[in-house]
């Protein structure tokens, strides 16, 4: 009897993000899951939508793809990512 071979996809190399790619400028920050209470990083917003959204006081979502769950990032990471982003504001 013969086995007969199967050749797996070898995954490449992964290049950068596109410039057009919404994670191209994105502004990394994290955010502990209320679920499964560990820190996850958030991409996704642009550093110029993260500081609108602070400036606005707009809602800032966070998401863990482990729990696959969404929430409002807490006042105190919210205090921190303005902190961060108090350069730009002053800009």
Known sequence: ?????IRLAIAGWAPW????????DSAPFM?????CSEPRI???Y???GLLRRINGDRP?????VICN??????????LRLA?????LRLS
């Open 69 to 78: 769950q969404f929430w409002p990032i807490t006042a105190q990471e919210r």
């Open 31 to 35: 955010s502990m899951c209320p679920t």
């Open 46 to 48: 642009s550093p110029g």
């Open 1 to 5: 009897m013969t086995a007969k071979i």
């Open 83 to 87: 902190k961060e982003f108090e350069h």
């Open 60 to 64: 800032i979502e966070a998401c863990c």
């Open 42 to 44: 958030q991409l996704g």
């Open 17 to 24: 993000p596109k410039r057009d790619s919404l994670f191209f």
